[in-house]
């Protein structure tokens, strides 16, 4: 815990209470296929975030009135679990749980070809081990890399970062301290080979000019994270080969 | 068409540029052809396509695939075949056409738990798979070791024309069945025999992307190659590191006596279900490219198995005819794929 005394969230160094400069993301990391009973899974440190994600499917419906015809249903969980956060959390569904399923959903829906399996189910299971604020990001960077473990049908992989505004500075990932101290924050889902945005959210006031700062420095956030994600897809799949040998 | 060098690419990666034909797991973006699952990509004349290393089974028709009976109706079985849909088996495919709910006892043919190979007849997205056991080798499984894989592992444990899976079967003298998705079962009377053969599956399923596979499974199996005098160093290395464990020593010596035991009989008991040959003609043709040295092998493999057909003429003559009939449906299959491809 933090006294406010103490609080500085961006020294006159340029640096924040976490040491890192205004445009650095934390330290992440990411293993694919750590659940086996799971079609895709898996398990990202985001800072001290840390968020373990499997897939099922596609898969039967059930309840069966819930298919369609013509597509497949995306579903998708976020869950804190009881010991995620300082004080223990309730179990049961809360609101703020509810809406970050629905806009997880919605920013993993545009990269998957769901056409392709018609009447069937993806069920997307994202479980907080432990927040640190940026968790609906980093539950969606692991849900992306979690599908394409599961062999789905993508047209391009989700990653996701948010920017925020403290002290009158726009700073990259913001961690949990900042969101709740800071001025601003702004979590932005994005394509990058597409180059489109699929979540763009804001919480607190910024200027145009602000704005359009924050958006770009979130975008840029996303790009590094792409690589990230890349690189762990790569490992899990290729090892540490990038090219394939032909066979002599 | 320029060819390109595959590579591994992961979902949304830009494969190549320019006007190509996407085949198969991949998408038209612009001017480039992207991939959507994690893979290999492949470009050749007919088109781009993306060979997938994971992913659930989705079902074709006319594949073979092995499926648990989960439940049953009055008219039909319902089938689990490891894939997004159930799959339907009706009873008067089994029972034939005058099969009467009233008179026949489903429960007599199959019951809830057993195995069952069958070929999928019809499938779209608008209805569930029909399954049909009315062909030579089809029906129930009685017994055998169950082993369940990636469905995008099957192509690569079947082999070209059959390698891989032959030389499974003869090192360790059992029948393996594979089912496209993913779902194998083998048997034999050896149970050495069997966890060998499991072990060597496995091998398949977790290396399926690495180079020279085959010679790590021979390895594995203390294959010998007597007919591919240029084998790599490091394969005759590790093949003569590795320690051979008494069962292994002792597995030759069974081996033969139970050829000649099988040589004695003529045939294998028809109890013992007989695998499938044909789907081996299945594999989709995004099979790794073949090194030059495995075509050898296949040269000297079916040298070999010439002779042992001058020997047991029943059965090896069979054998043949059911490569022969797997070579022409990959090349039937091939030609539907495309046809396929076309209409959508």
């Known amino acids: 815990m933090y006294s406010l005394k103490e609080l500085t969230l961006l020294d006159e160094n340029g640096k924040r209470s976490d040491g890192r400069g205004i445009d650095d993301l934390r330290p992440i990391k990411i293993t694919v296929g750590v659940v086996k009973n799971a079609d895709g899974s898996a398990f990202i440190e985001f800072g001290k975030n840390k968020i373990i994600v499997a897939v099922y499917g596609p898969r039967e419906v059930h309840p069966k009135h819930m298919a369609l015809p013509d597509r497949c249903v995306l579903r998708c969980r976020y869950h804190m679990s009881p010991f995620s956060t300082d004080t223990r959390k309730n179990p049961a569904p809360s609101r703020r749980e509810v809406e970050i399923s629905k806009v997880m959903r919605e920013s993993l829906e545009p990269s998957l070809i769901l056409s392709d399996y018609p009447r069937a189910v993806i069920d997307v299971f994202v479980e907080v081990l432990q927040a640190d604020g940026g968790s609906r990001c980093a539950g969606i960077n692991a849900a992306s890399v979690a599908l394409a473990d599961a062999g789905i049908n993508m047209r391009d992989l989700v990653s996701a970062c948010a920017a925020g505004r403290i002290a009158d500075n726009i700073v990259l990932d913001v961690n949990d301290l900042e969101d709740k101290e800071g001025d601003a924050d702004m979590p932005v889902a994005y394509l990058p080979n597409l180059e489109q945005i699929t979540l763009l959210q804001v919480d607190g006031k910024l200027t145009t000019a602000q704005f359009s700062e924050c958006l770009n420095k979130a975008i840029d956030g996303c790009k590094l994270v792409y690589e990230i994600q890349k690189d762990a897809l790569m490992k899990k799949y290729f090892g540490n080969e990038l090219e394939v040998k032909e066979e002599v | ?344």
Request: hydrophobic share 25%; glycine share 6%.
């Open chain 2, 1 to 344: 068409m320029q060819e390109i060098k595959r590579r591994y690419v992961i979902p949304g990666d830009k494969i190549i540029e320019g006007n190509y034909k996407p085949l198969m797991n991949v998408v038209k973006s612009g001017n480039y052809l992207v991939s959507t699952r994690v893979g290999i990509a492949e470009a050749g004349k007919d088109g781009v396509k993306v060979i997938p290393l994971s992913g659930v089974y989705i079902p074709r028709v006319n594949d073979l695939v092995i499926g648990k009976i989960i439940d049953r109706s009055s008219l039909s079985w319902d089938v689990d075949i490891n894939a997004c849909f159930f799959a339907h088996l009706p009873a008067q495919d089994v029972f034939g056409r005058d099969f009467s709910p009233a008179k026949d006892d489903m429960g007599r043919q199959l019951s809830i738990g057993d195995l069952i190979i069958a070929r999928i007849v019809s499938f779209d997205r608008t209805r569930d798979p029909m399954l049909t056991v009315q062909d030579k080798d089809l029906g129930k499984i009685p017994y055998g070791e169950f082993i369940k894989i990636s469905p995008t592992r099957v192509p690569r444990l079947i082999g070209k024309r059959g390698s891989m899976i032959q030389t499974i079967e003869q090192a360790t003298q059992t029948r393996v069945i594979i089912g496209q998705n993913g779902i194998v079962v083998v048997t034999g009377r050896d149970p050495d025999g069997l966890s060998l053969a499991a072990k060597a599956i496995r091998l398949v399923e977790e290396e399926s992307h690495t180079t020279n596979l085959t010679q790590r499974v021979k390895a594995l199996l203390n294959v010998q190659d007597p007919e591919d005098p240029e084998q790599p160093e490091s394969v005759n290395a590790s093949a003569d590191i590795e320690p051979q464990t008494p069962q292994q020593q002792q597995q030759q010596p069974q081996e033969q006596q139970q050829q000649q035991e099988q040589q004695q009989q003529g045939q294998q008991p028809t109890s013992e279900p007989q695998p499938p040959q044909q789907q081996q003609g299945q594999q989709p043709t995004s099979e790794p490219q073949p090194p030059q040295q495995q075509g050898q092998k296949q040269k000297g493999q079916q040298q070999e198995e010439q002779q042992q057909q001058q020997n047991t003429s029943k059965s090896s003559s069979k054998e043949k005819h059911k490569i022969d009939n797997s070579e022409k449906s990959s090349s039937n299959n091939s030609n539907n794929d495309q046809k396929e491809k076309k209409q959508e």
